[in-house]
């Protein structure tokens, strides 16, 4: 799993830096997943490696334009892109779907594949083998939700050596045997497959949250994740600011990481006025946070981070 972000500004663009839009590369089955697509998002995909045939699924935060002013034009191009295009999802809120179509029939826009829109509420938004997506209300001026990427635990490592000295013929035994099933041989043993199996892989998960104030919902969505997304919009010397517009601050998306035991924060949604040459600076917000959370990044446009799959901790005998 591996993140990387196309749009790291609040409100409007800036020179370096985009409106809101995150990309979730899995590599495995190559997919791409968006989470918001501000305005000029198709053109962050051109500065970067992505391929738009690539995106499978995008899920919208809330219906602000610097979140989905982008959304129409990206899934216009995939459709003129001359490549085959495989069914998109599209997942969020009530008047998604309307906002879409109407953009649709007045812009007379065909799509030459096809579009799905869910409109989410909380709990379980998609789920498949391998990942599961839940969502939560936060806490903005029109309804905004938070989503967690979990992916499922995978069967630990099948020790080929033991089985091949157990007299295992490999073949389609090892796959079942890989699953953690239990096989009977032509001689009649029967062998669990958990057994030459190591423990389970534990899966990564990720969380994203934005737009929203400080709120518990947020930090239960987000407990324990391997890395949380947080918007910092604003300064905490800011934060009357930040309670008028319910944006948090660089010390709230702190806090949220504290509280949810979270093992990586990166903030993103920055306002434009910490630019250089002003009082306050991006580089503050960041020393504010990792006075309260330190494993803290501050997000750019096109920083890429990985998401570790973490190994299981090996059994010592004494």
Known sequence: MQVTFLGTSSGVPTRSRNVSSVALRLPQRAEVWLFD????????????DFKASQIRRIFVTHMHGDHIFGLMGLLATCGLAGNPQQRVDIYGPPKLNDYLQACRRYSQT???YPIKVHTVQPGLVYEDGEFVVTCTLLEHRVPAYGYRVTERDRPGRFDVKRAQ???????PLYGQLKRGEVV?????????????????????????CTDTIFCESAVELAHRADVLIHEATFSHQDAEMAYQRLHSTSTMAAQVA??????????????????????????????????IFPNT???????????????????VSG
Not at 185 to 190: E, N, T, V
Not at 258 to 265: D, F, G, R, T, Y
Not at 299 to 315: G, K, N, S, V, W
């Open 37 to 48: 697509c501000g305005e000029g998002t198709q053109h962050q995909f051109l500065r970067s």
């Open 110 to 112: 065909h799509f030459s």
């Open 165 to 171: 000295a157990m007299g295992i013929p490999s073949g």
């Open 184 to 208: 009977t041989l032509p001689d009649g043993r029967r062998i669990n497959g958990q057994n030459l199996c190591g423990p389970d892989l534990p899966g990564r998960s990720l969380v994203y």
């Open 258 to 291: 504290l509280s949810a035991q979270v093992k990586q924060l990166i903030m993103t949604h920055f306002s434009p006025r910490y630019a250089p040459g002003n009082a306050v600076q991006f580089e503050d917000l960041l020393t504010e946070a990792q006075a």
């Open 297 to 315: 990044v501050m997000a750019r446009d096109f920083y890429t981070h990985d998401i570790l799959r973490q190994e299981p901790a090996l059994a």
